[in-house]
């Protein structure tokens, strides 16, 4: 590939997820996460209903939050998000943080929860 202004090469398309338009590693937790929520994407959310109450939907949300931050900290996010979308829960734009919070620790998965904080 030649890195002039006038090439007519094609760039090959970074790897991306399928949600999020940024890089991610690609360890055995993370892609054990993202296939099972295609795998629930493709075959429950059909008979379930569109009924989430947020955007993105719940399942895009738990597939950017296990690209973004790994299968611990995906899963708690996920539990967390699908918590809210019941009944009494919040509603509207809700997009997985870009970063987690300085105080957040491993085994502390409660500093993950946002019951009616706005997302930074």
Not at 14 to 36: I, Y
Not at 37 to 51: D, K, P, V
Not at 89 to 112: C, F, I, K
Request: proline share 8%; hydrophobic share 35%.
């Amino acid at each position: 590939m030649c890195n002039s202004p006038d090439c007519n090469h094609e760039k090959p398309a970074p790897r991306f997820s399928r949600n999020w338009q940024g890089p991610f590693r690609k360890t055995p937790g993370r892609l054990f996460g993202m296939g099972f929520i295609r795998l629930y994407q493709l075959t429950l959310s059909g008979f379930i209903g569109n009924s989430c109450r947020h955007i993105p939907t719940c399942s895009e949300y738990g597939y950017e939050a296990f690209a973004r931050h790994g299968f611990w900290s995906g899963f708690w996010l996920t539990l967390f998000r699908v918590a809210r979308c019941g009944p009494g829960g919040t509603s509207g734009l809700d997009p997985v943080p870009e970063a987690l919070e300085a105080g957040y620790r491993q085994w502390m998965p409660w500093r993950l929860w946002r019951w009616g904080r706005k997302a930074s």
